[in-house]
T-cell receptor
C-alpha cells in the first residue's frame, strides 16, 4: 500500500495567487481529513469528509479556503487568494471508518510558502 | 483556543534513560487520547492511544498514563533510543461526537547517544 499521497510536496507562490493542494487517500478508507501545521498552533483540523461528503468544515480559517472530494480517491484543498500567513505544512490523512477511535494515516504533507 | 496543550516545546534525554512527555487538556468531553510521532519531512504516525476508562496503556517501551481529574496525560518511553528522536504530538477527541481530533503543538524529543 502506497499510503496517503500528497502533491506537491513543496509549493512556493506569491501572495494573491491560487494554490491547489492534492491528496489521494489510502484505498478503501472512507474518511479524509485536511490539517494545517504551524509552529504556534501545532496541527489544526481544517475539514473532514466521510464517504466524500464534507462533515465538518468549522476549522477552515476563512472563505479563501475551500476543499472538495469529487470521488473516494481524490481530494483538493484550494486557497484563493493566498496570503503570507497561509504559509504552513498542510497534511492530508485518511481513516477506514472515520470513527474517533480509528487510526488516521497521514500523508507526508505539502510545505506551502506564500511570499 | 488551545484545548490540548504541550507546554514543553523540546526535551533532551540520554540514551537508555526515561523520556516523559506531558500533555494537558481543557475540554472535559474528551475521552480518547492519542500520541503521534513525527519525523522530519514525514507525516505524523500513530504511536499509542488510551480511552478514559483506563488510566494506563502500555505497548513495549511506550506507556501512556491518563489522569482524568487533572486533565493530564503523559507518554513514557523506557529505555529511550536515538531513533525515538522526533516530534511527539498529543491528541484528544470525544468518542461520541464528531471526528474532531485536537492536537497539541508538539514536543521535540532528542535522545543523545
Amino acid at each position: 500500500d502506497a499510503g496517503v499521497i500528497q502533491s506537491p510536496r513543496h509549493e512556493v507562490t506569491e501572495m494573491g495567487q491560487e494554490v491547489t493542494l492534492r491528496c489521494k487517500p489510502i484505498s478503501g478508507h472512507n474518511s479524509l481529513f485536511w490539517y494545517r501545521q504551524t509552529m504556534m498552533r501545532g496541527l489544526e483540523l481544517l475539514i473532514y469528509f466521510n464517504n466524500n461528503v464534507p462533515i465538518d468544515d468549522s476549522g477552515m480559517p476563512e472563505d479563501r479556503f475551500s476543499a472538495k472530494m469529487p470521488n473516494a480517491s481524490f481530494s483538493t484543498l484550494k486557497i484563493q487568494p493566498s496570503e503570507p500567513r497561509d504559509s504552513a505544512v498542510y497534511f492530508c490523512a485518511s481513516s477506514f471508518t472515520g470513527l474517533t477511535t480509528d487510526t488516521q494515516y497521514f500523508g507526508p504533507g505539502t510545505r506551502l510558502t506564500v511570499l | 483556543d488551545q484545548q490540548v496543550k504541550q507546554n514543553s516545546p523540546s526535551l533532551s534525554v540520554q540514551e537508555g534513560r526515561i523520556s516523559i512527555l506531558n500533555c494537558d487538556y481543557t475540554n472535559s468531553m474528551f475521552d480518547y487520547f492519542l500520541w503521534y510521532k513525527k519525523y522530519p519531512a514525514e507525516g505524523p504516525t500513530f504511536l499509542i492511544s488510551i480511552s478514559s476508562i483506563k488510566d494506563k496503556n502500555e505497548d513495549g517501551r511506550f506507556t501512556v498514563f491518563l489522569n482524568k481529574s487533572a486533565k493530564h496525560l503523559s507518554l513514557h518511553i523506557v529505555p529511550s533510543q536515538p531513533g525515538d528522536s522526533a516530534v511527539y504530538f498529543c491528541a484528544a477527541s470525544a468518542m461520541g461526537g464528531n471526528n474532531d481530533m485536537r492536537f497539541g503543538a508538539g514536543t521535540r524529543l532528542t535522545v543523545k547517544p
